[in-house]
């Protein structure tokens, strides 16, 4: 009876095809798999871009659908990426060791390897035993499915108890903020149990796959981490789609509201919060074996505000926006401060972007917040002859994360 | 008139004779200790230098040369001489004798160089002789060095120069001398008086004086020997766990050790025969079971030592007793040591808790500097500035570049307060009136375009300052702490801080309460319409509010930069911290604001206190407490009311 | 006759005013009824108490044939209880359509997974048309609400309202900014209303009130200053104190 939901929301379609085309003709590139005219770390870049874009399309449910300006994901991020990071660190220590340890005349029992490995693993913090929350670091199962449980549980609770008392607004985001940040300051700590501000290395290696040369890995993580961004824009898509969507949006522009209707804001609040994490945790969980280390530092609260600098340039509340809005920045980003573009001479001042690129940054996105609110998203728009409602400035709501004027269209 | 001509004369004549007998004993001193001298060691050197020292001035002399590697032999004659360095070569003086020998080049003496044990024995032994001489400094000195570096000797020495002119060096004295007599005193009874003497004194140096005292050892005993000391009989499982009982027992050979599983590895490794260990195949022996049978053939065999069994453990563990001892043979003393320890650690422990309060009390001090200007940007009218930190960064560059113009600190600080105002004021507005006003009533959207102006502020001032850190530096007259004793003080940048703090406060409560600007500021963000019908320009108040708020937020600035270091990461330091201050007090109240900085520094510190170690582990509880608070208050400790606030 | 909805001794304060002041109040299934009042009365504040926006200081709301406690339940629960309001100012999501404001109104379960897994059926499309047709909006059901009229945007306010089913409806002022043609119309739309569901009309224009011609209750200082029909009430010298005092 009704369309298929990619027909009925067309930008999927595309999107998807984009991610398809963009993906083969990578690989067709690539030095693992084709001509090599792109560089093995090139290839890393465009698949860890690929996870910020899905941590970016979830930012969007939260604030370009849910209205939650959240100043934590990239705690969730983050988290993703220590749990698969304890099985990977464990798993090819325990290799390694068990290959040193062969050599020695009596073959070694579980319990000299497993206390082996802890002495390799946590030396750097003083330590030599395997803390509490590494029970399950020898599953591979295990962890992945703390990937999904422990970021989840987190934003369960944090969010049951901020939406509960009905913290919302600027207030919510500084909380999420005070949250990420807590979180980083207690994993920099030694005694956290995951090495301090060492973090987790050696990401790169996946055990068991040792034959597998670095270019070929390489595409492989590409194409699950294209693979795993084509799922969940699909299930945010659908989630946003449909009346859930509709009634997250106008939880957005006006809660009190749907209160009165008799939704519960604070269960939908929950439900797109927890959801939005967990698909963040998963881009995490594919992002640092790419990436090959993890340390407290990609919990700072800024990592959390460029993701949401990336949905606002991209422009919020429309999926595809996120994601282009997140590609776009961070390529460009490593574009400039990667030393790759060109120094502007000015006669009395030369403009190296490595210093110049983050005022560049910031003013552009002052610019498109005050401008172009629609970000680049509102090129389509553009393209298709959409124009904002003209309401003398007003927004679509009255709550703070209402749809601007320029923001909506027509 | 004729005892008066008797005593001149004889003065005239025993004085020379007096003076001639001191030299010669000096000189017998050195020519009976000659190879000692030369070759000194520590361990023997000591009733040497006392003779040397007994026999005065040149004595003392000569033992300030050896000290200071003055002392050497002359290679003409090996006379003991006194070289000091003269332009090219060197003044000789006679050791014994102190006579004038004429210049010598550095290659006529060989010096004498002794090591720094026996240096310790030369100066101590000085001191003592310092301790009564004329001038005070050196009587100080003498003093320092003593309370520093004691020993019993020492005890002897300060006793024969108790008196001094000085009453304060006097009084330092007689407390030294107490310290040295509870330690070092043979007279048990003295040294428990002198123990109580000090009553609840609190002073470090007291404290330390009885640690020694206390010191503690841990032993094991079948038959505790008479005349020990007790502090204390362990209880096996209670204070000291069984494992560690029966390593300190295999750590004083008592008993034979258990069978680590290393050390069964090794003796396994040692006794492959032919693949195979005690019958067991190697391939099996990847299991601790395996192991155990593989040990417990060889046992059987006799190739190898039986191990420790549990019983055997048990038995052991059963024979002994495991004590803490103090090293201190007299229970007396320590009994009394206890006591007085016991009674100073009270009193330390309430002044800690009263240099804790100091310490948080500073710290409210500086996040209320650092969030005065939000509770007027923020608290005030609502408008989130992200950027609020970069504007605190900029308040603490201009404090920078105003004192590389003006050399003098207390003028530069004098022109950097009002400057950085101006500064951080003309920055407020001008981002009120290009950003910030196109986007009131989105405070989300404001957050994030003034973040969008934060990084760029923090980049450009890396680009202009480099990354890294600039000095500051406060004028002298706040350089130094204020003491009030051992434990509890505070330094003048501190107090200079809570006071600016304080001054604030009553600014910002005249500026709100007592002035046409604070009159209308309330007007605007009660009611901008009504405001606006009265002829108040809604436009003109928030632009001059929130140039105040940035401007106040320059000086706090100027403020900080003098205790922390000025980099372009300085504001973002204090963003965060600074709106939890605003948030947990109370939006739209300046006492809000104040009690969230009292909470949080009060709060910060006593996490300290409890784990002094990590003050990371401070912040992120600290934070966490935070969040949960927001849930039993979301509008902070001071709400506003009304039913404006519920609608 | 029941009471649907049964409010005893409920007062109210902020920062020490009494808005409500041990108020009670009854009203009885598929009633209409008028509440009047001068500025500063307690008339909103008294709806926002029932609707649970509010909670009293003392006293008790009871709701229904088994008089359950509104005052331990939040505003969705309340609303799911059965009890509509319609705000003063027409408050639909903008930035929707008229056809996503009503499907999201209509009565179905409110549970988040419930909802997430929820798909249009013939019934519920046919049931948004209808309701659509006969608050006037049958042919804009694709567009954007933030786009309808002043006038348009009452409607279909009072469309979800319907969608919704509820027991009571409470109507806060309909009838401001409307002109007469306009408010005629609302008058014959409240009473319509009145056969199915119970409801409170909120409102300080006598006249309007007249037209409704129902049973009237008079608050004033947050208690119920008289009760009974308008021209009882209209005789009652204290009501012409308080209005005609003040005016």
């Not at chain 1, 449910?61 to 304890?86: D, E, N, R, T």
Request: net charge neutral; hydrophobic share 50%; glycine share 10%.
């Amino acid at each position: 009876m009704r369309k298929p939901l990619v027909l009925r929301h067309p930008s999927i379609l595309v999107f998807l095809g984009v991610l398809a085309v963009f993906t083969v003709a990578v690989t067709v590139l690539s030095a693992g798999y084709g001509t090599g005219a792109i560089s093995t770390s090139m290839v890393k870049t465009l698949g860890k871009t690929l996870c910020l874009a899905l941590a970016a399309v979830a930012m969007d449910l939260v604030w370009g659908y849910a209205g939650i300006l959240s100043l934590g994901q990239m705690a969730f991020f983050a988290l993703g990426g220590y749990m698969i990071g304890m099985w990977l660190m464990v798993a090819r220590t325990e290799g390694i060791v068990a290959g040193s340890l062969a050599n020695l005349p009596i073959p070694p029992t579980d319990a000299e390897i497993s206390a082996a490995v802890a002495t390799q693993i946590f030396g750097v913090v003083g330590s030599d035993k395997f803390p509490m929350i590494w029970a399950f670091s020898g599953s591979l199962w295990g962890q992945l499915a703390l990937v999904v449980l422990v970021p989840g549980l987190l934003a369960l609770v944090f969010g049951w108890l901020a939406f509960r008392s009905r913290v919302n607004g600027v207030y919510l985001s500084i909380l999420t903020q005070a949250m990420t940040l807590a979180l980083a300051l207690y994993l920099f700590q030694n005694d956290s149990g995951l090495r301090g501000n060492n973090g987790l290395s050696g990401l790169q290696n996946i055990p068991g796959l040792d034959a597998v040369s670095q270019e070929k890995l390489s595409i492989w993580f590409l194409w699950a981490s294209a693979v795993t961004l084509g799922l969940g824009y699909l299930l945010i898509a659908w989630v946003a789609s449909g009346k859930f969507g509709s009634v997250t949006r106008a939880i957005r522009d006006d809660e009190a509201r749907v209160r009165f209707l008799g939704y519960s804001v604070e269960g939908y609040k929950l439900v797109v919060f927890v959801l939005a994490a967990v698909v963040t945790a998963i881009a995490g969980a594919l992002y640092y074996p790419q990436a090959g280390i993890i340390n407290p530092a990609e919990l700072a609260p800024i990592a959390s505000i460029y993701l949401a600098v990336w949905v606002a340039i991209g422009g919020r509340g429309r999926l595809y926006g996120a994601a282009i809005g997140a590609i776009f920045v961070s390529m460009l980003s490593s574009w400039f401060t990667g030393g790759r573009a060109p120094d502007v001479n000015l006669g009395f001042y030369t403009i190296k972007w490595v210093d110049w690129w983050q005022v560049l940054l910031g003013l552009s996105f002052v610019l498109v917040t005050l401008l172009a609110p629609k970000g680049i998203a509102g090129l389509v728009d553009l393209f298709e002859g959409l124009r904002p409602p003209k309401r003398q400035g007003q927004p679509m709501g009255p709550d703070m994360g209402s749809l601007r004027e320029k923001e909506a269209v027509e | 008139m004729r005892l008066f001509l008797l005593v001149l004369a004889f003065v005239a004549l025993v004085l020379p004779i007096h003076a001639r007998a001191q030299t010669a004993d000096l000189a017998a001193v050195v020519s009976q200790y000659r190879d000692q001298i030369e070759k000194p060691s520590r361990q023997s050197i000591g009733p040497v230098v006392d003779e040397i020292a007994a026999t005065g001035a040149q004595g003392a002399a000569l033992l300030q040369a050896w000290n200071e590697r003055l002392l050497g032999l002359r290679k003409s004659d090996g006379l003991l001489v006194i070289a000091a360095p003269e332009g090219d070569g060197l003044k000789l003086t006679d050791a014994a004798t102190g006579a004038d020998l004429g210049s010598a080049a550095e290659a006529d003496v060989t010096m004498l160089r002794p090591n720094s044990g026996v240096r310790g024995v030369i100066s101590a032994a000085m001191a003592g002789n310092a301790l009564s001489d004329p001038d005070p400094k050196r009587r100080i000195e003498a003093l320092d060095s003593m309370s520093r570096r004691a020993d019993a000797s020492q005890l002897a020495l300060l006793r024969e120069a108790m008196d001094d002119p000085d009453p304060a060096l006097a009084a330092r004295k007689q407390r030294l001398e107490r310290m040295l007599t509870i330690q070092y005193d043979s007279d048990p009874a003295a040294r428990i008086a002198a123990i109580e003497g000090f009553g609840g004194d609190s002073g470090l140096d007291f404290r330390a004086s009885l640690n020694p005292i206390l010191a503690m050892r841990r032993v094991a005993f079948e038959e505790i020997p008479s005349g020990t000391n007790i502090a204390k009989e362990l209880s096996l499982g209670g204070d000291l766990s069984r494992e560690d009982a029966y390593a300190m027992l295999v750590a004083e050979g008592l008993a034979p050790a258990r069978l680590t599983p290393q050390a069964m590895r090794a003796t396994l490794a040692q006794h492959i025969v032919q693949g195979s260990v005690g019958g067991v195949p190697l391939a099996q022996l990847a299991d601790q079971d395996a192991r155990d049978r593989a040990y417990t053939a060889l046992e059987a065999q006799g190739t190898v030592q039986p191990a420790a069994s549990d019983d055997e453990v048990e038995a052991a563990l059963a024979r002994y007793k495991f004590l803490d001892v103090y090293a201190e043979p007299n229970p007396d003393v320590t009994t009394a040591a206890r006591a007085a320890l016991r009674s100073t650690e009270t009193r330390i422990g309430l002044m800690q808790a009263a240099d804790l309060s100091l310490d948080a009390l500073s710290l409210a001090s500086i996040y209320f500097l650092a969030a005065i200007g939000l509770a007027v940007t923020f608290g005030v009218m609502g408008v989130i500035n992200m950027a609020h930190g970069e504007f605190i960064m900029m308040g603490a560059y201009t404090g920078y570049v105003v004192q590389q113009f003006i050399a003098d600190r207390t003028v530069s600080l004098i022109v950097a307060l009002p400057l950085a105002f101006v500064v951080t004021f003309a920055a407020g507005v001008a981002l009120e009136r290009l950003v910030i006003r196109h986007l009131y009533k989105r405070p989300l959207e404001t957050l994030l375009a003034t973040f969008g102006v934060s990084i760029a502020l923090q980049q450009l001032a890396k680009n202009i300052f480099g990354t890294q850190a600039r000095p500051l530096t406060s004028p002298a007259w706040l350089d130094g702490a204020l003491t009030f004793n051992d434990v509890v003080s505070i330094s003048y940048i501190r107090i200079a801080i809570f006071v600016l703090a304080l001054v604030f406060l009553g600014l910002y409560l005249f500026i709100m309460n007592r002035t046409r600007l604070g009159l209308e500021v309330r007007a605007v963000t009660q009611n901008p319409a009504m405001a606006a019908s009265m002829g108040i320009s809604p436009d003109r108040i928030n632009m001059l509010t929130f140039g105040l708020g940035s401007g106040i937020a320059g000086i706090a600035g100027v403020a900080i930069g003098l205790f922390a270091k000025v980099t372009s990461e300085l504001g973002s330091d204090y963003i965060v911290q600074s709106f939890m201050t605003v948030v947990v007090g109370g939006v739209g109240n300046i006492w809000g604001t104040l009690a969230g900085a009292a909470l949080i520094g009060f709060l910060q510190k006593g996490i300290e206190w409890f784990n002094p170690a990590n003050t990371l582990a401070a912040q992120t509880y600290m934070i966490l407490f935070i969040i949960i608070f927001i849930q039993f208050r979301p509008r902070g400790i001071i709400a506003a009311k009304g039913r404006a606030v519920g609608a | 006759m029941t009471a649907l909805l049964e409010v005893r001794g409920i007062s109210v304060s902020f920062d020490g005013f009494r808005a409500i002041n041990n108020l009670s109040f009854e009203i009885a299934d598929r009633e209409l009824r008028a509440i009047i009042g001068p500025n500063g009365a307690g008339k909103t504040t008294f709806m926002d108490i029932v609707t649970g926006k509010t909670r009293p200081n003392e006293g008790q709301v009871l709701w229904g044939e088994n008089s359950k406690s509104l005052l331990r339940m939040n505003e969705s629960q309340i609303a799911r209880a059965g009890i509509g309001r319609k705000f003063q100012r027409p408050t639909v999501f903008e930035d929707q359509t008229v056809a996503e404001n009503l499907t999201m109104a209509l009565s179905a379960s409110r549970s988040p997974f419930s909802v997430l897994r929820w798909k249009p059926t013939q019934d519920s499309v046919t049931r948004v048309g209808e309701l659509a047709t006969e608050v006037g909006l049958g042919d804009q059901l694709g567009r954007k609400s933030g786009e309808l009229s002043h006038g348009q945007k009452q409607w279909l306010e009072i469309g979800m309202l319907l969608a919704q089913e509820p027991r009571l409806l409470l109507v806060d002022e309909p009838a401001a900014g409307m002109t007469l043609a306009e408010r005629e119309q609302t008058t014959t739309l409240l009473r319509n209303l009145a056969e199915k569901h119970a409801v409170v009309v909120v409102e300080h224009d006598m006249d309007f009130v007249r037209r409704l011609d129902c049973k009237v209750t008079v608050l004033h200082e947050g208690s119920v200053l008289a009760e009974g029909s308008l021209d009882h009430v209209t005789a009652n010298p204290q009501v012409i104190e308080v209005y005609l005092g003040r005016g």
